[in-house]
């Protein structure tokens, strides 16, 4: 893993990274990284990201295809209920 070295670092901005690792039990190393990280992150993540080619809107409407079998069986009939009442068995007893 390659190495950092910061000279000339100043004092003030030193001291307040040894405070964030010791709230967040880190080594100093450690929290500099988390710090860099969540500036840069977004920045570096945007330039090392492929770009998608700016391919032109689909102009016309694209139909499905009519080849799509239709799956095995027999085709399921509706059947129409009247007025459902549930009678007493059909509810579960409270204990």
Do not use: W
Not at 20 to 35: F, G, M, S, W, Y
């Amino acid at each position: 893993m390659p190495t950092l070295i910061i000279e000339n670092m100043p004092q003030p901005l030193f001291e307040q990274i040894q405070r964030l690792a010791k709230l967040r039990r880190q080594a100093p190393a450690e929290t500099a990284i988390d710090v860099l990280e969540g500036a840069l992150g977004p920045a570096v993540s945007k330039l090392t990201e492929a770009r998608l080619p700016q391919e032109p809107l689909a102009t016309e409407e694209i139909c499905a295809p009519c080849t799509i079998p239709r799956p095995p069986g027999q085709p399921a009939k509706p059947v129409e209920i009247a007025d459902y009442v549930p009678r007493p068995h059909d509810v579960p007893a409270e204990d």
